[in-house]
């Protein structure tokens, strides 16, 4: 026998303004998600490239220090 409630609300949870607002809910969770990803990539990366940057300024100073000394 089929339902007379014409109400989204009273019709259930498997109607297609709930499928719409779950895939909706979906798609803003994997762009939140890939976005966070992506900075922790960006932020690591960063880090790295700062410690490389570092360790080359050190050795050349050395480098110089060396060839001074001498």
Sequence with gaps: MKSTI???IER????SAYKREI??????SKRESLSKF???????H?????QTCTILQVS???IALILVII
């Excluded at 259930?12 to 109607?15: A, F, Q």
């Design 12 to 15: 259930g949870i498997l109607t």
């Design 60 to 62: 050349l100073f050395a």
């Design 38 to 44: 992506k900075d922790i990539i960006e932020r690591h």
């Design 46 to 50: 960063a880090r790295v490239q700062s």
């Design 6 to 8: 014409t109400s989204t």
């Design 23 to 28: 895939r909706a809910s979906i798609r803003d």
